[in-house]
């Protein structure tokens, strides 16, 4: 069907940088948009950053000027670029996939997560 792999989470020292990478693979005939999201311990889920497939971008206000996403449509790859970490970014990071995969059904998709820990 369809997975999607999430990679380079970590524990980072406040004011560093970290670049998350999530691979769409399978039965997936087009990617919409794509985007990134975390959630907090005893926090909802939010969004932090989106990207369509034609570019066009939008960011969470806390992130805004530190967080850059990003997609190669060639690979099914989204990425987010952090840079300036604070520790109110720790938390876990899911990718998030609009697409239509099998049998041309269009689906919402996340990957497994990926935790990111700010901390001295």
């Known amino acids: 069907q369809v997975q999607l792999a999430e990679s380079g989470g970590g524990l980072v020292q406040p004011g560093g940088s970290l670049r998350l990478s999530c691979a769409a693979s399978?039965?997936?005939?087009?990617?919409?948009?794509m985007g990134w999201y975390r959630q907090a311990p005893g926090k909802q889920r939010e969004l932090v950053a989106a990207?369509?497939?034609?570019?066009?971008?939008k960011y969470a206000d806390s992130v805004k000027g530190r967080f850059t996403i990003s997609r190669d449509n060639a690979k099914n790859t989204v990425y987010l670029q952090m840079n300036s970490l604070k520790p109110e970014d720790t938390a876990v990071y899911y990718c998030n996939v609009d697409l239509i995969g099998p049998e041309l059904v269009r689906g919402d998709y996340w990957g497994q997560g990926t935790q990111v820990t700010v901390s001295s």
């Open positions: 399978g039965s997936i005939f087009s990617i919409n948009a």
């Open positions: 990207v369509t497939r034609g570019g066009s971008t």
